[in-house]
């Protein structure tokens, strides 16, 4: 498997409906539910725009539910949940919930054989989920973990690497 597009939109529906309702469309629900030794990293409270290790918390993810629900219990922590898609044209879903009380609904496409069908298809699915789980802004990059807010999430939008961005302003 060679480099991914990651895909991200960020939403102020910070609940367990947008949540649910992005999970039962692309999760395999079953399969992601137990995480088995998987660690919860959440940035610690006030932590530095570049956090060093020693900024974040870790705690056993137990479930997926869990997980989620650690998520929406603390709107001003920051962590991540990756996650096995059911569909086969996306290689992971992901789940970032910001320091500033939104979430990221991002996912990873194999690009490995770089065709230009590949990035269409992110820049459909982005375009599906601004206008589902109202995202904006959203964005396109190589290999590109989550932002922790939504003013990184715009200067992502804005740097050099962004390979296609929607409703940034």
């Known amino acids: 498997m060679g480099p991914d597009l990651n895909i991200y939109g960020l939403t102020n529906r910070r609940d367990l409906k947008t949540?649910?309702?992005c999970l039962?469309?692309?999760v395999d629900r079953e399969q992601?539910?137990?995480r088995d030794d998987e660690e919860l990293m959440m940035l610690k409270v006030n932590s530095e725009e570049a956090p060093e290790d020693d900024e974040y918390d870790w705690e056993p993810a137990i479930t997926l539910t869990h997980s989620i629900q650690r998520g929406l219990?603390?709107?001003k922590r920051c962590s991540s949940l990756y996650i096995k898609s059911k569909l086969p044209e996306i290689?992971?879903?992901i789940?970032?919930?910001t320091i500033d009380d939104k979430l990221v609904i991002g996912f990873s496409?194999?690009?490995s054989e770089d065709k230009e069908e590949t990035l269409e298809f992110a820049k459909a699915l982005l375009r599906k989920i601004i206008h589902v789980f109202d995202c904006s802004p959203g964005f396109i990059m190589f290999e590109e973990p989550p932002p922790d807010d939504e003013q990184n999430f715009k200067m992502k939008i804005s740097s050099e690497y962004s390979l296609y961005s929607l409703g940034a302003s």
């Open 19 to 21: 949540i649910n309702q």
């Open 91 to 93: 290689s992971g879903a």
């Open 32 to 34: 992601s539910e137990l």
């Open 73 to 75: 219990d603390h709107p």
């Open 24 to 26: 039962d469309t692309y």
């Open 95 to 97: 789940l970032r919930f």
């Open 109 to 111: 496409v194999d690009d």
